[in-house]
């Protein structure tokens, strides 16, 4: 069923690769398509969008067989990949379970579409209303991660957007299979089909034409690595919700408790090394280089972690390595930090601001006004004083699940889940009045 | 002392003209400045702001003669306009009061910036806020109206942002008094001369430096029209904050009340023609042409209004001219208007959405149910029923002073206010919290 699924989008959607002509003609179908897809979920009901989710995570367990026979053809096909890069593409049955109970979740969020932000009632009886709205059609850009193409195309659903989805070519097959499951949830709820689609090429001249439908497209999520994201700032035509790398700093202040700083410091880099909040860059308070820095150094290299320090940092133990201005800019997200010492919280303030990526940092102090100081100077989308960078999370939040974090100043910043893909209209409700 | 200062920006800026790599380097120096002023203004209290934008409009009152006397320059300058751009660069005692009489208005309203819009208390005892922020540097480039200048200075100011301003050439030298006087207000204040910056020069190239200072520029917002709005969307690598043109429309209902809707409709096309909320187009259902259509016409006629309409209206009064496709997609901002005959609410609808501009929209009827048919399924910015399109403005919706009127869907869709001029970050407060 599934296969067939994947087959008839394939068919109406044309072969894998297409001439130069065919492929705009294609992506404007695609993109019409989903404008008109868009009207229709704009104006589904809660119950009626909860139900196409549900009948998609059915769709999803009834169909893992296909999805994980389209994945292992992805897999066998994938070369040049990294460890991570490889572990990120499979599936298993457990993975396809977890994107199923992903969307079981999505379903039980509240609809973040209809709800009133605010009321003004005006001097002259006009009622004035700011009412949330789906944005429209959503453009999602990623990388070769399939249980994206699932959480993402579920959480644009619940917003009442289309979705158009453009995964990393390594994922194509995995990708068609899960969009196929998706797309039967759709129809079995009387969803239109073309409110989910991808892509159907991994040709990359389709990116360039999917940035440049302003018709059709209201927004460009992209979602991976520097380079892509950067790509898309750089020839997007449409407004991008960028998430841009988690450069992450943990500053320890000379007034930490030590036991404390100890917990944090190796839990924020290493509970799991591949995720945007993961600290790269400990900063140390030179006020507490003798009496912290020695014991945050032995945890870290202790729990397999390769230390890049400063001069302070490598006189304290012999497995720091020297750390260069790159390793300041550098997001590992491995099991490798860099370490400097600096002089107070304005040194890690300053620090902060010349190397970090506005993503999420923390200070680690007893000290109250330090910790203000830390957390009001500092404008990254997320501050966190005695707390974890790897809190940096939607569903940590207490959000649901999340797209990922955005680090821009426009619309949503941090965690992105179905409320930030939300816009709003005013609603005005008068009784004949006109203005003087 | 206006003039004097007006001189020193210029000496400090350099002359008028840069050679191209000059150019460079002066856009990237006042970038540079701008972000480092912003890092100040972030943290500037409300007092210390008020006390500037106070400042700022006693010496905009101070500097009248001298603002006059450049306002005289470019009207002794300009060539080509129209009789409204003419008078819209034209400056007089009363204008300059008005401009003054503004910045005392945003005096007084709250401030923006670190207001708490949510609280969330986890599980595990973080406790999470979503709190406001400046924006950063707000680059704002608009057409030659020098009350822009101040109206869009004061309102970043209050945000907390550093802004570049770039206005039309025509207005150079009225802008750059203006700034003046806003520039020794925040003088006055303590506060960086560097949070309000005017482009030093009137060449084109400079607004494409403008565009692409990523590091330095968090947010541009182009207000003119939609030749300059396209430009800048098209050439932008910073995110945009749209106002394209308002091609509103009024839609007269089969159920609506033939007093109110006269009343309505020449209030919504003849109030003021030339703002952004002017209605356009007048859509009247098919099964009021004869009882509502005929006093329509002639209340616009008898206004001044030059009426353009279809086959049915043209039908209905010698006075009315032949519409043609290019008269649905047109924004006059002028005594002219539209008019069609649709067959009910959703020939309407349909008619709004493909020539519309997602800006303002409106019917009038008694039919609760079309009513809300309209309200629900139209996805403009400000969408109402039984009143004037032109309330469609920030101070009518009791949000104060505004810089235009959206109609993205991303971050700010309506009245573009102080408040749609922040962002926000999350604040996490824990005690030692790791993740799990």
Redesign the interface.
């Known amino acids: 069923m599934a296969s067939s699924s994947v087959a008839s989008q394939s068919r109406a959607a044309g072969p894998n690769e297409f001439a130069s002509d065919a492929l705009g003609v294609e992506m404007a179908r695609i993109g019409r398509a989903a404008r008109a897809a868009a ?1 229709e979920l ?2 589904a009901s809660t119950a009626i969008k909860n139900a196409a989710l549900g009948a998609a995570a059915t769709a999803l367990r009834a169909d893992r067989a296909a999805i994980l026979a389209a994945n292992a053809r992805d897999m066998a096909a994938a070369q040049g990949l990294t460890a991570a890069q490889t572990d990120r593409l499979r599936l298993d049955d457990g993975r396809v379970e977890a994107m199923a109970r992903g969307i079981d979740d999505i379903v039980k969020l509240d609809d973040p579409v209809g709800r009133t932000l605010a009321t ?1 009632e ?1 001097p002259n009886g ?1 009622r ?1 209303q ?1 009412v949330t ?1 789906p ?2 059609v959503v453009g999602i850009i990623y990388e070769s991660r399939p249980n994206v193409t699932a959480d993402a195309g579920a959480l644009c659903l619940k917003a009442g957007n289309a979705v158009i989805l453009r995964g990393g070519s390594e994922s194509f097959h995995s990708s068609g299979a899960i969009v196929a499951s998706l797309r039967r949830g759709l129809a079995t709820a009387g969803l239109p089909q073309e409110a989910i689609q991808l892509v159907p090429t991994r040709q990359r001249e389709a990116v360039g034409h999917l940035l440049a439908m ?1 018709e059709f497209v ?2 460009i999520v992209p979602r991976g690595g520097k380079s892509l994201i950067e790509r898309v ?2 020839e997007s ?1 449409i ?3 960028a998430h841009l790398e988690g450069n992450c700093h943990t500053y320890v202040d000379g007034a930490a ?1 030590l036991a ?1 700083a100890r ?2 410091v190796v ?2 880099k290493m ?1 799991r090394t591949g995720i945007c909040g993961a600290t790269e860059t400990l900063l140390v308070d030179r006020r507490c280089t003798a009496t912290h820095l020695p014991a945050l150094i032995d945890d870290l290299a202790r729990a397999g972690c390769e230390i890049r320090g400063d001069a302070a940092t490598q006189a304290l133990d012999k497995r720091v390595k020297p750390a260069s201005d790159a390793d300041w800019a550098t997001e590992y997200l491995d099991a490798i930090i860099a370490v400097r010492v600096v002089d107070g919280v304005d040194a890690a303030i300053e620090h902060i ?1 010349r190397w970090g990526s506005n993503h999420t940092e923390a200070i680690v102090t007893e000290d109250a006004a330090a910790a203000e100081r830390f ?3 500092l ?10 960078t ?2 940096a999370d939607g569903g ?3 959000m649901g699940a999340e797209i990922g974090i955005a680090t ?4 949503a ?2 965690p992105v889940g179905a409320a930030e893909l939300t ?13 003087s």
């Not at 404008?379 to 974890?388: G, K, L, R, T």
């Not at 821009?408 to 619309?411: F, M, S, T």
């Open positions: 009207a704009a104006t003004m005006r006009l004035i700011r709205t944005l429209g302003t209201d927004v700032q750089r035509r407004p991008v919700l408790d404390m917990r944090i839990n924020a509970r601001r957390l009001n100077r404008d990254s989308a997320i501050v966190m004083h005695n707390a974890s790897q809190f940590e939040f207490g821009g100043k426009l619309h910043r941090g816009s709003f209209k005013y609603v005005v409700r008068g009784a004949g009045q006109v203005r």
